[in-house]
């Protein structure tokens, strides 16, 4: 017995050695394996656009585009071993400067989505408008244009197709790039919403307008000038006239008939153009907005004093600036020298 636990006892230490041993070889396997892994880091922020319904091979070309060959062979091969299914990954996942092949696995494969930033700021044109959101989004700018020309969507905003430009206040908004067009005119709708609230929808009552109608007059004032302290003062010139049963006359509104904002003149030529938006031509408000507008400008609509203003004309010092004016009289004055201005610095 004494013997046999002699062997015994001479045995265990070995088999634990080659345990060890064993253990050692497995961990440094392991780490030649894992070292490739975190060693090469990226240099920029990159933001990977999955596709919907992609592949791994789609996600492995654009890492590739990316990063080069072996850092996305790298990402790829652990994104196997995780077994992510790409088609159910449509968005768009930011992989942050020093990244390694780990980091890039888990925000591509298990992370949230990225939110992107799309500033509306003074568009004029309801197509270029939705271009440019497009172009930013995955999908195209005719399904977010078809559904701006659907009545029954605009009609839960108040607003008509014509009208479509008005909904789209002046921020910027958050988004994922896998949003719909229908998600974007939820999110742009929401924020429209937002803003008219119960207060500021006594502010308009009170004026005796919409909206629909003070977002269009709000969008002529930012035609008309780019001075914060006028626009006020410009919007209730044009309420004034339009209560009154004048002709808005506004020269803006000339310049987006023509699609032609380069003029600097508004001449008699120019005023002939037949369009609903031409206020020369045609009485009341045109069909819509002709650019979108800001939360400024429409709140210094609905906060403006009261005033007699019916005519402006821009200061013949060229600051920027109008003359304000209650009776015609006065107005031509006004317009008067600045025409002379005009002609002295041959301007036509």
């Known amino acids: 017995m004494a013997t046999q636990r002699k062997e015994i006892h001479s045995k265990l230490p070995k088999r634990m050695l080659y345990t060890l041993l064993g253990l050692a070889f497995i961990i440094i ?8 892994m975190v060693i090469e880091r990226t240099q920029e922020d ?5 596709p919907a319904n992609a592949s791994i091979e789609n996600v492995s070309d654009t890492l590739t585009k990316y990063y080069g060959k072996g850092f996305s062979s790298k990402v790829t091969r652990l ?48 197509d270029l408008l939705c271009k440019r959101i497009a172009a930013k989004l995955d999908f195209p700018a005719d399904s977010l244009r078809g559904i701006l020309a659907d009545p029954v969507t605009l009609r839960a905003y108040g607003l008509t197709p ?17 949003a719909s067009p229908r998600e974007i005119v939820g999110k742009v709708g929401r924020n429209y919403l937002s803003y008219w609230n119960a207060d500021n929808q006594r502010k308009v009552a009170s004026l005796g307008i919409t909206p629909a109608e003070a977002m269009t007059i709000a969008s002529i004032a930012d035609e008309e000038t780019n001075n914060a302290g ?3 003062t410009i919007a209730r010139l044009y309420l004034n006239r339009l209560k009154k049963g004048m002709r808005l006359q506004a020269d803006p509104t000339v310049r987006f008939a023509l699609k032609d904002f380069t003029i600097r003149r508004v001449k008699g030529e120019h005023l002939k153009v037949e369009s609903p938006y031409n206020t020369y031509l045609h009485a009341g408000l045109p069909p819509g907005p002709i650019r979108t507008s800001s939360r400024a400008t429409v709140d210094a609509l609905l906060n403006s004093p ?8 821009a200061k013949e010092d060229f600051s920027g600036t109008h003359n304000f004016a209650s009776t015609f009289a006065e107005h031509s004055q006004n ?11 041959g301007i036509k």
């Not at 990159?46 to 999955?50: A, L, M, N, P, S």
């Not at 014509?162 to 896998?178: G, K, M, P, R």
């Not at 317009?335 to 610095?345: D, I, S, T, W």
């Open 29 to 36: 396997l392991f780490l030649l394996a894992l070292y490739p």
């Open 46 to 50: 990159v933001i990977i656009r999955v």
């Open 79 to 126: 994104l196997k071993i995780r077994h992510i299914d790409f088609s159910k990954r449509h968005g768009a996942y930011l992989v942050p400067a020093g990244s390694n092949a780990l980091t890039a696995m888990r925000r591509i494969g298990r992370g949230g989505q990225t939110p992107l930033k799309i500033t509306v700021n003074g568009f004029r044109d309801i």
């Open 162 to 178: 014509e009208q479509a430009l008005a909904l789209f206040l002046d921020d910027t908004y958050e988004v994922y790039w896998s």
């Open 230 to 232: 006028e626009k006020g």
């Open 306 to 313: 009261e005033s007699n203003y019916l005519y402006m004309c």
């Open 335 to 345: 317009a008067a020298r600045y025409r002379k201005a005009l002609n002295e610095r």
